[in-house]
């Protein structure tokens, strides 16, 4: 925890007849994080967006008819300090959630409610993380209790799942990979579907794909991603979809980087993205119907080209 932050303090006032502008103040407030002091008095340490947050508040309030001023506050001596501080202390929140993840069993969730299941616990805690604005161990034992309950279920679910490498990732030149034959597991889902459209577009253009029904008949000379031993998999921040960004220098494309917080969500939690839902349905549509696997990664190409195109901004898409 910091020990001496700066703070921004918003007071505000509503007429008494205003009680829907009311509730929008107070659920805009709890949505960012922000401390009551005290009715009308609202707290925030001065972070990235906090003035910004604020002051769409206090524009908010006197387009209803009330009065807001936005101040920068300092408290008095560091008793006082601490006890601003106290304020944020999301703990107990983070404590009330992974107690919930540790007795949580995966192998007696249904098979049809568990990727959702463990998504809405992902969401909890992105929302707690959201407003932590003094992040520490608290933040990150949610985050690890959540890790491993992701790891136990991708184990019963997808035990034919990559285990993640700790090797170091080496940077490599697009040059040397081209028109290669790459190889993964058959029936591809979405980091393997998202990683070869990336090999496609952006790597080895004239690639070769090999679906394969036992990774280990995988033949010298191919490059295997996505499964044990494969050249490109898993590391314990990345799955191969990152991975494959950060190989080939590829991080500095922003929606290249949007659809590997996507694809990290759909594969193995973590942050939720607004677009996951929508092309999760997709993807699923697809691999129901499409049975020959080289059909449906023409297909899901189609919709990873299409989302490349909706995240790149558009002086960049011009």
């Known amino acids: 925890m910091s020990n001496d932050p700066s703070w921004l303090m918003l007071i505000a006032s509503l007429p008494t007849a205003q009680t829907a502008a009311r509730m929008r103040l107070w659920r805009a407030l709890k949505a960012s994080g922000a401390a009551a002091l005290r009715d009308g008095v609202y707290l925030l340490p001065v972070a990235d967006g906090a003035a910004e947050a604020l002051a769409a508040q206090a524009d908010e309030v006197r387009a209803a008819g009330g009065e807001a001023w936005l101040l920068h506050a300092a408290p008095v001596d560091a008793s006082e300090s601490a006890a601003w501080c106290d304020l944020f202390d999301r703990s107990a929140d983070y404590a009330a959630l992974i107690d919930e993840v540790r007795i949580a069993d995966p192998a007696t969730w249904p098979s049809s409610q568990s990727t959702r299941r463990m998504q809405a616990l992902w969401r909890r805690h992105e929302a707690i993380a959201q407003t932590d604005h003094f992040p520490g161990e608290s933040q990150l034992q949610s985050h690890a209790a959540l890790d491993a309950l992701q790891t136990a279920l991708l184990r019963l679910t997808n035990p034919d799942e990559p285990q993640t490498r700790h090797a170091a990732i080496e940077r490599l030149r697009i040059a040397d990979y081209q028109g290669r034959t790459w190889a993964t597991r058959k029936r591809p889902w979405v980091d393997r579907l998202a990683s070869a459209w990336l090999i496609r577009r952006c790597i080895d ?24 031993g494969a050249r490109f998999s898993h590391t314990p921040s990345r799955v191969t979809y990152e991975t494959l960004l950060a190989s080939f220098g590829l991080e500095d494309d922003p929606a290249l980087l949007r659809i590997g917080t996507l694809v990290h969500f759909l594969d193995v939690g973590g942050v939720p993205v607004p677009q996951a839902s929508g092309i999760e349905a997709a993807l699923s549509g697809l691999r129901e119907h499409l049975a020959d696997d080289d059909q449906l990664l023409n297909a899901a190409c189609a919709v990873f080209d299409g989302l490349r195109r909706a995240l790149t901004p558009q002086e960049s898409a011009a």
Request: glycine fraction near 8%; charge should be positive.
């Open 205 to 228: 253009p004239q690639a070769k794909f090999q679906w394969l029904a036992d990774p280990a008949k995988c033949k010298r000379g191919w490059l295997g991603f996505d499964f044990d």
